[in-house]
C-alpha cells in the first residue's frame, strides 16, 4: 500500500502535459478573426514577461471572469502558463462553460521560442 501510495503521489506531482499542438496551430489560431490570447499565470509572472497582446486571468479565477473577455463561446482561445499544467486546467474549466475553440498552448517559454521562429 505504502508503494501504491508514493507512486500515485509521485503522479499527482507531475505537471500535465499540454495537448500535442504545433506551433503552426497555435500562430494560426492566433491569426483567426477576434482570437484572444490569455495567459493564466500569475500576476508577478505576467509582469516579469508575457506575450504580447496576451490578457492575463489567473487559471483559478478564468471561469468566473472569462465572460467579460470573450462573451462569444466560439472565439479562438490560446491559453498558456508556465508549464501548460495551468492552461489545461483553465482550458477544461472553459470547456465546462461551453466555450469551444481552446488550445492550450503550454509554457511561455516555449511558446515565445515557436512565435519567434514562426516569423
Known amino acids: 500500500m505504502r508503494i501504491l501510495t508514493a507512486v500515485v503521489t509521485l503522479l499527482l506531482s507531475l505537471p500535465l502535459a499540454a495537448d500535442e499542438v504545433s506551433p503552426q496551430q497555435v500562430v494560426n489560431a492566433l491569426q483567426a478573426p477576434g482570437a484572444v490570447l ?15 497582446g496576451a490578457s492575463r486571468i489567473g487559471h483559478e479565477q478564468i471561469a468566473e471572469q472569462i465572460a467579460a473577455l470573450v462573451p462569444d463561446k466560439n472565439t479562438p482561445i490560446v491559453l498558456y502558463c508556465r508549464s501548460g499544467r495551468r492552461s489545461a486546467l483553465a482550458q477544461d474549466s472553459l470547456a465546462q462553460l461551453g466555450y469551444r475553440n481552446l488550445i492550450n498552448a503550454g509554457g511561455y517559454d516555449q511558446l515565445k521560442l515557436a512565435l519567434v521562429q514562426q516569423h
Not at 38 to 52: M, Q, S, W
Open 38 to 52: 490569455i495567459d493564466v499565470r500569475t500576476a508577478e509572472e505576467f509582469a516579469a514577461g508575457a506575450l504580447a
